[in-house]
């Protein structure tokens, strides 16, 4: 073996004065092994991962930046950029130029001009809110800004968030809608329907219909005078924002034949279903369905199958990690538990639907468990033996391993079990490095984000990940640092390149990132 990452996934270094379940965990092996190598620290949120600036990372993002070796602009950053290149505030050649400004987008156009053409209108539908996990409300209003700048009808489909977002701040994101619709005057909301309806993702197709049903047949249980109104009226029956049950508002149009539809969320697998009933595509639902005859823009690839436009298709890069190891003739072991097995192989490889020569994947099941808080060990233990078992046996030039537990665990708010999570990945972090450094191999462990390092208070846990910086160790096969330090400012795109010079493999010019070690 020649060198092995392991990454701690949510195990983030807090400085606050809430609850931190890494810092109360008990961690002799983690502790043991940062005194013994070199060790330093990474930043892996906002622009440094290829996101916009304040917005933390998450698994996906850091494991394309991982694979990479180079900071991936993200959809999201990409879009933001477009924006303000159409309004002036970034320059032609900032950020990926490629994508060039939002209001000549051609994908974008193509539906304005199908409405304009057919003297219809355009409907934008998507999350309403800042949450920045499928949407954010400013994409919205720079589609409303287009629509009103072209002269075209505008009617907005809108669905409350209350997941990544405050369960009741719905209400304060339609009223800063509402502002902006009479600033333009055009969007007007016609539909609200919480993501549990609009954006289903599990084939629960009766639910999915429900909000189709409103914005194509203007058929709902619930009526408002306005959007605000219809968020209020389900605070009152006990619904939070993301259970809000569709709703129309009254005199707004549905969508109709000669209509074009933008669907504004930049995350997809969320979105596809109501594609899908809208234009009836791949049918396995159990109704019959006549939707009108439109055109569909998604604002990102949702699906490679669909036959939609895409105003920001996926960029994918090449020469990454796993394909630099295996076109030298070298292998690699992958290894996960379910939960983050997609993290280790599609998303190291570049968001890419490949399987390298040389390329070995093993997945644990993770425990099947309403809550992980229920078995904050997860699969770290069974994880851990198939890694010494296949490094025994099958000796891979490079080793890839993700402990899901910090994340998952701390994504219930549970702060004991936060800890417990911790604690069991640092009693397999010990047995794990040994197996590495008695087959010859360095050792970089790190972690994509943080999340259990911030557990909120008592009164009011937090879930979500946190804007921290995380730890990085390096260790040679004899347990030291060899005489070496890690240098600072390092991000997520450093550690291909690092990983590399480890292994004696030439870095390819794509990569950007550069070695952490001096």
Sequence with gaps: MRAALVILDGWGLGDHDRRDAVKAADTPNFDRLAESGAYN??????????????QMGNSEVGHINIGAGRVVMQAYTRINDAIERSRGTMG?????????????????????????????????????????????????YALI???ADRGLEAVTHAFTDGRDTDPHGGEDYLAELKDVVADYGTGNVATVSGRYYAMDRDQNWERTKRAYDAIVDRKAEHEATSAVEAVRESYERGETDEFVEPTLID??????????????????DRARQLCRLLTNTRPEWEFDLTPPEIRLVTMTQYDKTFDF???????????????????????????????????VTYFLNGGREVEFDGELRRIVQSPDVPTY???????????????????????????????????????????????????AVDEQLGRLVEAIQKAGGHVLITADHGNADDMGTPEQPHTAHTYNPVPLVYLTPEGDAGGRSLRSGGSLCDLAPTLLELMDLEKPAAMTGESLLD
Excluded: C, W
């Design 251 to 268: 005199g707004e149009p549905a969508l109709e034949d000669g209509d074009a539809v933008v669907f504004f969320n930049f995350r997809s």
């Design 373 to 423: 808080d229920e078995t904050p060990a997860m699969s770290a233990v069974e994880l851990t033996d198939t890694a010494i078992d296949v490094v025994e046996s099958d000796d891979p030039d490079l080793l890839v391993l993700n402990y899901a537990n910090p994340d998952m665990v701390g994504h219930t708010g549970d702060f004991d079990a936060a800890v417990a999570a911790v604690e």
């Design 41 to 54: 620290q990474l930043d892996v949120s906002g622009r440094r991962v290829g996101l916009p600036n304040g």
């Design 145 to 147: 800004e287009h629509a």
């Design 92 to 140: 032609a050649d900032e950020g990926d130029a490629s994508d060039g400004a939002f209001f000549e987008n051609e994908a974008i156009n193509s539906a304005f001009d199908y409405a304009d053409g057919n003297d219809g209108r355009v409907h934008f539908m998507g999350l309403v809110s800042d949450g920045g996990v499928h949407s954010d409300q400013e994409h919205l």
């Design 309 to 343: 436009e895409t105003a920001f298709p996926p960029t994918q890069p090449e020469d990454t990690l796993g394909e630099v190891v295996s076109e030298s003739g070298l292998t690699q072991l992958r290894l996960a538990e379910s939960e983050k097995y997609a993290h």
